[in-house]
């Protein structure tokens, strides 16, 4: 039996006719001809809905995630929004406290607008989670692990248990951990939602979001029609580039998890970090979670909280030379940012707080880049 790993990398194997083409064509046509007696011999109408330059790209993460469908979006906070705006007025969403902070100032201002209800629980605190579920009906759970910028863990399995014996729908957003390293779907919940921007393309070169549904429901159908009414479609080259990234999806996660591991342990104990946020090392309060639902890896996402505050934190990254002063995460290049200053006022990220998206470079150059940052 063909593995994911090699469908994957295979882009699911098609060639196209007339040429065999192994990379596949580019399908650009906004519209379809009808025939004569006015049917779609084609299967298609119009590409808002459905563009043929989707269907690979949505199949790869379908068959990666083991869901029953996949829908492209064009980025991660529309992939979001889909699912917020297919929610009836005044539904109640959970969210956890710690979580990427755009869609958390999306969510609140969907709420501050009186389009939805919106409640926090404490991302690693089941009973917390429990509390609010007990409290008032729910419609949606959001979890986001591991969580941007601490890296929180939430046991996913556990969660989705808790939603679904009150009647919610669990989505997770699972970008960081990417499929490589967890399947939300497999344990318990409802939807998995990707910025594709990030670890599936890899690349740093195209914006995009995912949404995987474990079964094709009446919600979900009222997502998809979200998509198709509010035009947050992906373009046809984006999905042909977010399909080129994913070949090489394994080899990036892996390597990348890797090259973090070995950068956590290694700067815990030098002397300028205060505190190194990593779910792979045991001194994370979400380690024994995070290895029990992510097989290969912790992903390639760290933070770092440097000794003498904010503005050493922005010393150090005012001196790296290999990675790159930019926001983002995922690629195949190192990055580095002072986290609090890109969210700005509001934000709960602390100021000491350095967050590092580890590349593909070999470990060691990453490695004495950041040594030598903090060394001053």
């Not at 006015?38 to 199949?59: K, M, N, T, V």
């Not at 373009?235 to 990348?256: D, I």
């Amino acid at each position: 039996m063909t593995s994911v790993e090699t469908l994957t990398v295979h882009g699911l194997g098609r060639v196209a006719e007339p040429y065999r083409d192994i990379v596949p064509p580019i399908h650009p046509a906004s519209t379809f001809e009808r025939a004569a007696d006015g049917s779609y011999p084609g299967g298609r109408l119009y590409a808002r809905d459905a563009s043929p330059a989707y269907d690979d790209a949505e199949e790869v993460l379908r068959q990666l995630e083991g869901g029953a469908d996949a829908l492209l979006f064009a980025s991660g906070m529309a992939a979001a929004s889909a699912v917020l705006h297919a929610l009836e007025p005044g539904a109640r969403l959970l969210a956890p406290r710690d979580m990427y902070w755009g869609l958390r100032k999306w969510m609140q201002d969907r709420a501050e607008h009186g389009h939805l209800t919106l409640a926090f629980y404490d991302n690693a605190d089941l009973v917390d989670l429990e509390r609010q579920l007990q409290s008032t009906p729910t419609q949606i759970v959001w979890i986001e692990t591991p969580a941007n910028p601490t890296w929180d863990v939430t046991d996913i399995a556990a969660a989705a248990a808790l939603a679904r014996r009150y009647g919610a729908t669990t989505v997770v957003d699972s970008t960081v951990a990417t499929p490589v390293l967890s399947q939300p779907l497999a344990l318990g919940a409802d939807i998995a939602m990707h910025s594709a921007t990030k670890y599936l393309n890899g690349h740093s070169d195209v914006v995009a979001g995912a949404l995987v549904t474990r079964e094709d429901t009446p919600f979900w159908q009222r997502v998809r029609a979200m998509r198709a009414l509010a035009g947050a479609v992906l373009g046809p080259f984006e999905a042909w580039l977010l399909l080129r990234g994913m070949r090489t999806l394994h080899l990036r996660v892996r390597t990348a998890s890797a090259s973090a591991l070995h950068i956590a342990r290694t700067l815990e104990t030098h002397p300028s970090i205060a505190q190194v946020l990593y779910p792979g090392l045991p001194s994370h309060p979400g380690h024994a979670v995070a290895a029990s639902q992510m097989h290969g890896g912790f992903g390639g996402m760290l933070s770092i909280r440097v000794k003498g505050g904010g503005s050493a934190a922005r010393a150090v990254a005012a001196r790296v030379k290999v990675f790159k002063r930019a926001t983002s995460l995922g690629s195949v290049e190192s990055l580095i940012e002072h986290r609090a200053s890109v969210e700005g006022p509001g934000t709960r990220c602390p100021d000491d707080l350095l967050r590092l998206s580890v590349g593909i470079e070999p470990v060691a150059d990453v490695l004495e880049d950041l040594i030598q940052a903090l060394d001053g």
